[in-house]
Structures are given as structure tokens and as C-alpha cells.
């Protein structure tokens, strides 16, 4: 089976491509994966294929280098407007960092919004590899109705609904075509002396020569040819898959881009969770295969079917895809052998997570339910994060952006039956004290029978940021005995989970120095309660500050809109700290930042749209300060609350 990813931005034909492909030769079947990635088994020329398509956007970036990593070529989807280029940026990044071999393919030539050698142009700026462009369009006035393909010299009038007819060069198109054809064979020449010899000689190539070339250029990932079309009006569309049949890797040269995949036995690329079904595995089949009910990853894997979910096989066979049930050992993004797992290499990991919210059930009864739902779907998401607020206790889900958090919401309700409700996350705010200070306190109950009695004398002093709690005794002549003095200790921290403002307090230190018991009413019970009303009094005569995180911030995107972040981090009170070009990926910047993490949703909003949802960012706390000003609304009505 031949595989190959069909990549890009949203709304540029990607669907429409696969659908139309897998119609040429054949009635496909297809699997569907939160209904985010689809799978489309369809045959072509008597031979097994299967095209991936990922939906666009910056919501499903995550199931992007999954898609790859069990591919053995990609097609990156363009719009046919320069100015669209920087949409396919992150596209391109990934395929150079995952090593693949790639095609273009620029979509809706019936239609284009710009010349080709300006949308090469502009999609040149993303890639290190060269762009080849491997046809010419035929022009009839402003409308393109065919392509000359640059190896052949062959002339092809595209024909609605049907394949191109085979046509005679215009001689409108030969200068263009002439010219473009040198272009790309000089470019060639860059990867084999022998063709580099023929040019200088002025000799023409024969084109089974040239063809050769090409595949073996692609396949080392040396270049990246560059196909037209119309997906919708079925033009250039034969030639796609033409190219991808004669010059995309067979299975065995894509598998070994990854040298863990030596002793594998399959790849799992995708998951779901279907209701009645259970947990299903996208396979692939590497090396000697997998038979069902055999060993895998140290566990027996359950049955196996083709990609219709129905028909049962009883081998997925080297390069071959299909699906796995009753396998709940397995996850997404992983090589297997026998007995053990390797994750897949870094590139295809997701971007950390955008969108971060509380999750809770809507009714009671379904607590348990949705933490066991839960982890279930971070299982098979490789976009899905998930931790505990420390405060609420309720699940923090943090996901690729809105739209994911909305899928996976719908996910709950009609594959689990749980319905969810969200809050925002509050940010992590504390506090602290400028200045020491000295406070006793007595405490004394009698109500009858043995009462409490405990005498403490205490000072409270600030300690450098980020030193934390700590506690001292120099108590002398025994006035607090010594088995109390922990108890007193665990009073202070007690006092210090929430400060005068309703933060938990950090970088005291508290020092125990005289104090007073009773030899019947004191107990570690009465010294614990007079440790923490002692700090409680105390805080507030101490200068308590507000203290909030500040995050250091990588913020990766297209050089265009570097301009365009300074004012916003200055928007969100940040400071920007500066900003170079990405060393491993053309037409990128690494923008470097620190800025309040009570600001960490607005950047991702902003960020979303300041980049047309091309930008990311790593987030990472590196310390706390002072709050200037008041307390956030949303924080203050947490404090009112408590």
C-alpha cells in the first residue's frame, strides 16, 4: 500500500483533492478520526493507496506529524494566491523537519489570484529546499485552461469532469515553457553531474532520464516539485498521482527515515474512541507486520480490520494500513515491536497546548465518569493536555484552541453521555511580606473537662524571592517544650495557605522565641492553633504584597509578522526581550518575551490572530514579582468568595 498525506490550510481544496483522487479508479473506503483526520483507502492502477487528510488549521496541527510519520510522501495543498503562502508556512516547516518527500500541489487554477512564479515565489520564502516548478499553465486571455508538463513537453487541455486531453504545444506557451523547462533541469543539474554535463554541452536530455532524476531527487528530499490544478473541475489530477506513483518512495525508503523503525513491527498513527466500539488504532504495518492476536508492545493486540472498520483481516502487512480494536495497550504517535514502545521522533509531537480551561461534570453523578473519560481521550488526542487546578481541585484540560475544546466537548456528550461545564483558569497568584515583625499569641479555652492552653511568641521577616517558608526555634529554657515546637511549625504553614489578599503566602520566614504552656492544658493541638492564629495576626502588620508569575515566553512565527508582536506584548504588559531568526526553519522567527501569566489567554488569542493562526508559543514560568496596582477582577472575586 502507497500512503501520502494531503497537507494545508484550511478552505484550500484539501478534502475536495482526496475525495476526487480516490474517485479516479476505484470506490474507496474510509475512516474518520474525530472527525479531524480522514482516512480514504481507495485503489489506483490495480495498486493499494491511501491519502490522509488532515484538516486545516491551527486546531489540528497536533494531528499533523502523526499523518507523516505513517506516510510515505506528502502533498501540501496551496491556495493559488501569493499572499496565502504564509498559511502553508507551518506546513512546510514540518515537512522539512520531518524529511519527507513533498509535493505542491496549487489548487484552483481556474481561478488563480496571482502569477505562479509570484506564488513560488512567496512559498520559496518557508521552504530551505528548492522549489522546482514542474508545469507551465496554457492561458486562453485570463483563463487557464491547461498545463504543459516541463519533463515531457507534453501539452494537456484540462476537459470538465473528464481527463485532460493530449494537445499540441500552443505556440503561445513556448518561450514560458522553454524557459521554465531550463530552470528545472538546471536545478537538477545541482544533484547529478552527468545532467550537469549535458547542459553544458548544450545536449537535450532524454526525459526518462530526467524522470529518473526527479524521483531520486524527491526521494532523498533534496527538492520540492510544484504541481497545478483545479481539485473541483478534476484538472491536473491524474498527473498528481502520476508522479506520486513513478517518483514518491516505496514503502521500505520511506520507513527507514526513522531508525526506530528498524525492528518495529507497526506505527500507530491515530486513535478514537467510537461508541459501542471502544478504543480503535490506526496501524501500519512495518517490517515483518503484525498478525492479530499476536504480541505487541508486550501486550496480544486484538483484532484487525481494513480502514471500513467491518472487514476483519488476519495480517496487516508490511506498508499496509488498517485498524486495531481491542487494543487499549496501544497509543497513538508510537513504533512497536514485540515486547516494547518508542515515541516518534520530536517533530511529530503537538505544539503545547493554546486554550486552557476547568473541566467539571454538570451533574454530580458523572464525576468519576469524566475523569476516566478524560484520560482516555489524552490517550488517543495528541493535542490534549491535561493537570489539576491546585486550588478547585477540577481537571485543567488545556487543547490546541476553541474549536478543539468544543470537539472534545461534543466528543463527551455523544461517545461517553457526559456533559461537561468549563470555567476559566485563575492565575496563580501570591503573596508576601515587605516587612519583619514580632507578634504573640495566647491561646486559652476551658469549657469544661481538660482545656487548651498555648503561648507562643513569634516573628515573621520576608526571605529572597523564591526561597520559600521557612521556620527557625530559638527558644531557650524550655518555655515551649521541645514536642511541641513541630506542632507550632505546622500551625505557621497551616496560616500561610491563605495570606490578607486570599493567596497562599511564600518567602516567610517564621521564628519561634519564647512562649509559655501548661503542664496539663497544652497539647500539639493547642500549639498548632496558637502557631496559626500567631502568623495570621502577624501577616497583615507585615506590608503584604501581591505577588504575580511572570512566564518567559518562545513565541515561533513567520517573519511577516514580527513587526506587529512588539506593540502587542507591550499591550500585555510584557517586556520583549528579542527576537532572531530561526536557524532550522526558513521565513521564521524565534521572538523571545516575559510577561504576566495573567496575560497567557489574551496572547493566544492575539497570537492566533495576529499571525492568521500560523504562530505558536512555548510558555515557561521563571518568576514571581511584585503586583503593581490592583488585584484582576476575576482573582479578586475568587478572594471575595473565600
Not at 82 to 106: K, Q, S
Not at 313 to 326: D, F, H, M, P, T
Not at 333 to 348: C, H, Q, R, V
Amino acid at each position: 500500500m502507497r500512503v501520502f498525506s494531503v497537507l494545508g490550510p484550511s478552505h484550500s481544496g484539501k478534502t475536495t483533492l482526496v475525495e476526487a483522487i480516490s474517485r479516479l479508479d476505484g470506490r474507496p473506503t474510509t475512516f474518520d478520526v474525530s472527525g479531524t483526520v480522514h482516512l480514504h483507502g481507495f485503489s489506483y492502477l490495480d495498486e493499494p493507496w491511501c491519502a490522509i487528510d488532515v484538516n486545516g488549521g491551527s486546531d489540528t496541527m497536533a494531528y499533523v506529524g502523526p499523518a507523516m510519520a505513517i506516510s510515505d510522501a506528502a502533498v501540501v495543498v496551496v491556495p493559488p494566491d501569493p499572499d496565502a503562502a504564509v498559511l502553508c508556512a507551518p506546513y512546510l516547516r514540518l515537512v522539512e523537519e520531518a524529511g519527507i518527500p513533498c509535493f505542491l500541489f496549487i489548487n484552483r487554477m481556474d481561478t488563480p489570484n496571482g502569477r505562479i512564479r509570484d506564488i513560488i515565489a512567496a512559498l520559496q520564502t518557508y521552504c530551505t529546499h528548492h522549489i522546482a516548478l514542474r508545469q507551465v499553465p496554457i492561458r486562453d486571455g485570463e483563463a487557464i485552461i491547461g498545463a504543459v508538463d516541463l519533463i515531457s513537453e507534453r501539452a494537456w487541455k484540462y476537459q470538465e469532469g473528464q481527463p485532460s486531453a493530449l494537445i499540441e504545444l500552443p505556440q503561445s506557451v513556448e518561450d514560458r515553457e522553454q524557459e521554465a523547462r531550463t530552470e528545472l533541469l538546471e536545478t537538477l543539474s545541482d544533484f547529478d553531474d552527468h545532467l550537469l554535463e549535458q547542459l553544458i554541452e548544450d545536449k537535450q536530455p532524454p526525459s526518462t532520464e530526467i524522470y529518473d532524476l526527479a524521483a531520486q531527487v524527491l526521494q532523498s528530499h533534496q527538492l520540492i516539485p510544484a504541481c497545478l490544478g483545479s481539485a473541483s473541475h478534476g484538472n491536473g489530477l491524474t498527473r498528481l498521482m502520476k508522479a506520486l506513483r513513478h517518483e514518491a518512495p516505496e514503502f521500505n525508503i520511506a520507513a527507514g527515515r526513522d531508525e526506530a523503525a528498524e525492528n518495529a513491527r507497526a506505527i500507530a498513527g491515530f486513535a478514537d474512541v467510537k461508541k459501542h466500539i471502544g478504543k480503535i488504532i490506526v496501524l501500519r504495518g512495518l517490517g515483518k507486520g503484525v498478525k492479530a492476536h499476536e504480541a505487541l508492545g508486550g501486550e496480544t493486540v486484538g483484532n484487525l480490520t481494513t480502514l471500513d472498520a467491518k472487514t476483519q483481516i488476519s495480517e496487516l502487512e508490511a506498508g499496509q494500513i488498517g485498524l486495531a480494536v481491542k487494543s487499549d495497550h496501544l497509543n497513538p504517535g508510537n513504533l512497536y515491536d514485540s515486547t516494547g514502545t518508542t515515541p516518534l521522533p520530536e517533530w511529530a509531537e503537538a505544539h503545547p497546548a493554546a486554550h486552557r480551561q476547568i473541566v467539571s461534570p454538570a451533574h454530580e453523578r458523572d464525576d468519576v465518569r469524566l475523569s476516566n473519560a478524560l484520560s482516555r481521550l489524552v490517550e488517543i488526542d495528541p493535542g490534549l493536555h491535561l493537570q489539576h487546578d491546585e486550588l478547585s481541585g477540577h481537571a485543567v484540560l488545556g487543547s490546541q484552541g476553541p474549536q478543539h475544546m468544543r470537539r472534545v466537548s461534543a466528543k463527551l456528550a455523544e461517545d461517553f453521555g457526559i456533559e461537561i461545564e468549563t470555567q476559566t483558569v485563575e492565575t496563580a497568584y501570591r503573596e508576601t511580606i515587605r516587612a519583619p515583625i514580632e507578634h504573640r499569641h495566647r491561646h486559652r479555652k476551658q469549657s469544661g473537662g481538660a482545656g487548651q492552653f498555648a503561648d507562643v511568641v513569634i516573628s515573621i521577616a520576608p526571605t529572597p524571592r523564591g526561597a520559600g517558608f521557612e521556620f527557625e526555634e530559638i527558644v531557650k529554657g524550655g518555655t515551649v517544650p521541645r514536642n511541641y515546637i513541630p506542632s507550632v511549625e505546622h500551625g505557621a504553614k497551616d496560616a500561610l495557605v491563605q495570606g490578607p489578599e486570599g493567596f497562599p503566602v511564600v518567602d516567610v520566614k517564621v521564628t519561634l522565641s519564647d512562649g509559655k504552656h501548661h503542664n496539663v492544658d497544652s497539647s500539639d493541638y493547642a500549639f498548632r492553633t496558637a502557631g496559626k492564629n500567631a502568623v495570621r495576626e502577624a501577616l497583615p502588620q507585615a506590608k503584604p504584597v501581591v505577588l504575580q508569575p511572570i512566564l518567559n515566553a518562545e513565541i515561533h512565527l513567520p517573519s511577516d509578522f514580527v513587526g506587529d508582536l512588539v506593540p502587542t506584548i507591550s499591550s500585555l504588559q510584557g517586556q520583549v526581550l528579542g527576537f532572531e531568526g530561526n536557524p532550522n526553519a526558513s521565513g521564521w522567527e524565534i521572538f523571545n518575551a516575559q510577561l504576566p501569566a495573567v496575560a497567557e489567554d489574551e496572547l493566544h488569542r492575539t497570537l492566533a490572530s495576529a499571525t492568521r493562526g500560523t504562530g505558536w508559543v512555548k510558555l515557561q514560568f521563571d518568576h514571581y514579582e511584585e503586583l503593581r496596582g490592583p488585584v484582576p477582577k476575576s482573582a479578586a472575586r475568587e478572594t471575595a468568595n473565600a
